[in-house]
């Protein structure tokens, strides 16, 4: 979301006003400050004092001077080494870590597991432990300063509510699993959590450039492999709108995968979700009595559905079909998506959104995770004790 649209912009603290300039230049750097007072509609004063401010904190660096025909050549620039954003995909039992610099380029990752046990007593506390440990241990190899991390962000399955999630797709009759808490106080870092789906598409829309694009409207919908005992296949989807990801007040506003399929032979299978009837139960039902290696014509035929059910509801503007369960449905699905949206064009006028598959799937969550952290100092810069630094 524009921070303007936060209203950040009508409060003339120094703290706000860097905040500000510290987003202008990740998402476009190297800048001179004529460049950098315009994206950010704040007077050329106030951007000097604020870059000089990130200058004397070590967030900001110059970069050279800029080629121009004519006049004085200004001074350009740009965000510093040295400092790095930390996101964490908690897949269960999968686990990535990775650390992406002030660019949100990737740095280091290391792919991991945490061990689930039907028979561990207290998962609320072994869970967010057992990450904790891991993730220290990972800056810890890296040679990475608890300190030069400005702040976490982690993807998590299922809803996540108040820093706390459930995953009821992983675990039955989850608790909810305080992690943010446990993140800020032991890594002494704001954290942020937020559904891995969710955090898919925010890392999507921002290879694309579209994160602070006025008017973007973006379904996601992921069909992914699953470790679960008890589904060889996950569903999940996300909403972006209005600058944000659709959240609903328990935080599972996006849980396509978990919503009702309408099909006359769909068996009654029970679900942690407490829908007998959903769709990843659907498709993992259809998957398991096919030949192996074999997807069924009514996998196809329930995701088109849904995505055909998903576009005439939101309008979108963009549609990302992430089929890497069934990477030999994504031509088949997407044709039919893109007939249904020429029909709807022919008779109710509408134009239609473009439907693109991900670019990047193994690493789209962290990287989400990343950004999510990055967009929580642009709103929340009063939680990030280095914009208070004295310079």
């Known amino acids: 979301m524009n921070p303007k649209e936060r209203g950040l912009r009508y409060n003339d ?53 800029k080629d121009q025909p004519k006049g004085r050549k200004p001074t350009l620039y740009g965000l510093s080494e040295g400092y790095y954003w930390l996101g964490v995909d908690l897949e269960i039992p999968d686990l990535r870590i990775a650390v992406y610099d002030l660019s949100k380029r990737l740095i280091k990752s290391k792919k991991d597991f945490v061990c689930i046990d039907g028979q561990i007593d207290d998962v609320a506390k072994y869970l967010p432990d057992s990450v904790i440990g891991k993730v220290k241990g990972f800056l810890k190899e890296q040679d990475i300063s608890a300190g030069s991390v400005l702040g976490a962000g982690v993807g998590v399955p299922g809803m996540v509510r108040d820093g706390s999630f459930k995953p009821f797709s992983r675990l039955k009759n989850p608790p909810s699993i305080p992690l943010m808490g446990p993140m800020e106080e032991r890594l002494t ?63 599972s506003a996006n849980e396509f995968g978990h919503t009702s399929v309408s099909r006359s032979d769909h068996e009654e299978l029970k679900c942690n979700c407490g829908n007998p009837k959903c769709l990843e139960t659907y498709v993992n039902e259809k998957i398991s009595s096919a030949p192996t290696g074999k997807v069924p014509d009514e996998v196809t035929e329930v995701l088109t559905d849904k995505l055909k059910d998903l576009i005439f509801l939101y309008n979108p503007s963009l549609v990302i079909v992430d089929l890497l369960a069934f990477p030999q449905l994504s031509n088949p699905v997407i044709g039919e998506i893109n007939k249904f949206i020429q029909l709807r064009h022919d008779h109710m006028h509408f134009d239609g959104p473009e439907v693109v598959t991900p670019g990047d799937s193994e690493m789209a969550c962290a990287r989400g995770a990343c950004i999510k952290s990055f967009r929580n100092l642009a709103a929340n810069p009063e939680k990030y004790s280095i914009l208070s630094s004295d310079s």
Not at 17 to 28: G, K, P, T, Y
């Open 13 to 65: 603290s120094h703290l706000v006003n860097r905040a500000n300039v510290f987003e202008a230049l990740s998402f476009d750097s190297p800048a001179t400050i004529k460049q950098v007072a315009r994206s950010t509609r704040l007077s050329t004063p106030t951007v000097t004092k604020a870059l000089t401010q990130l200058e004397g904190i070590g967030l900001v660096t110059e970069k050279g001077r």
């Open 189 to 251: 870092i704001p954290a942020v959590i937020g559904n891995d789906v969710d955090l898919e598409l925010l890392a999507e829309l921002d290879r694309r450039n579209l994160l602070e694009e006025p008017g973007v409207v973006a379904v996601y919908l992921a069909a992914r492999p699953s470790k679960a005992a008890h589904s060889a296949v996950r569903i999940g989807g996300s909403v972006f709108h209005n600058g944000g990801v659709l959240q609903g007040a328990m935080g």
